[in-house]
């Protein structure tokens, strides 16, 4: 079976409705697909009712942005109860921040000379969480910019005007936010960091002592030779393997569904040490 813990649909930045979601991961042949919003459990009542129509169990998930050591880390929550108090409680706080953080780009960008895209990319959001992807496709759709790419690589990206801080949880609130719910904290996608092997390793240490269980050793967009790394790290650490796509779209064939599939042989499939359940209740 094709396990896919790793995925976003419109209830965050992704495009598809989470029931539309489940249904592109069937066709695409995942047998357990993780629904895991930024800093969002919205989706999950209806990807849950999608996925048992069309027999594919459903991971109950999220993706927290946290500071660690100055930096945003993104920690997956695998198997989480998405009504237990304290994660809630978390994920409101980071909603806040997120709103906050959006009104900020909106008001940067403008700075930059660009028009107001604040009404679009809400409407991008369709009410779900603002993040930097709805701006992007908002300056696409006011014309400002040809493509989402270049909006990233212009205004949106790393060090650019649009690539407005945070004040994230802790790493180690979300951590214990996650296994209050329940669920098995995982490593999302660490090469996307691009720290050095010493403060990955440093990262891994800090999480591993805040109660983390997982390391995403497979993510859509990478490479063999790193994916085969991380699993030797992830055995270093006492850590479990997780393996996503981190799909957000399907016009983005780099994170397609079921596309971080296998883990390799050797690795300690997240599944095997953690019950992930089927869902929310
Ligand atoms: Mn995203
Ligand atoms: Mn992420
Ligand atoms: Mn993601």
């Known amino acids: 079976m094709i396990y896919d813990l790793h995925a976003h649909s419109n209830a965050s930045d992704g495009v598809l409705a989470p029931r539309e979601l489940v249904q592109a991961a069937q066709i695409a042949g995942v047998g357990a697909l993780a629904l895991t919003d930024h800093d969002t459990t919205a989706g999950l009542a209806e990807a849950a009712v999608a996925a048992a129509a069309v027999g594919i169990e459903l991971v109950a998930g999220v993706e927290i942005s946290a500071t660690a050591a100055g930096r945003t880390v993104h920690v997956l929550g695998l198997g989480i109860d998405p009504s237990a108090p304290a994660l809630a409680a978390l994920l409101a706080a980071q909603s806040a921040a997120r709103f906050e953080r959006a009104s900020g780009i909106n008001t940067a960008l403008m700075r930059a000379g660009l028009r107001d895209c604040w009404e679009v990319a809400l409407a991008c959001a369709q009410g779900g969480t603002l993040g930097r992807p709805h701006f992007a496709r908002a300056l696409v759709a006011t014309g ?117 599939w296998p883990l390799p042989v050797e690795a300690t499939p997240v599944w095997s040490r953690h019950a992930l359940g089927a869902g929310p209740n």
């Open 144 to 260: 400002q910019v040809p493509d989402e790419k270049l909006a990233f690589k212009r205004y949106l990206g790393a060090g650019c005007v649009g690539d407005i801080s945070c004040d994230w949880v802790p790493l180690a609130a979300a951590v214990a936010a996650i296994g209050a719910a329940g669920g098995i904290a995982c490593l999302a996608h660490p090469c996307k960091y691009k720290l050095t092997r010493t403060r990955l390793l440093a990262l891994l240490e800090q999480f591993c002592d805040a109660g983390g269980g997982g390391l995403e050793v497979r993510s859509g967009q990478q490479a063999e030779p790193e994916t085969r790394d991380l699993c030797i790290i992830a055995r270093k650490f006492g850590l479990a393997a997780s393996c996503g796509s981190d799909f957000h779209d399907p016009a983005q064939p780099w994170q397609a569904l079921g596309r971080a």
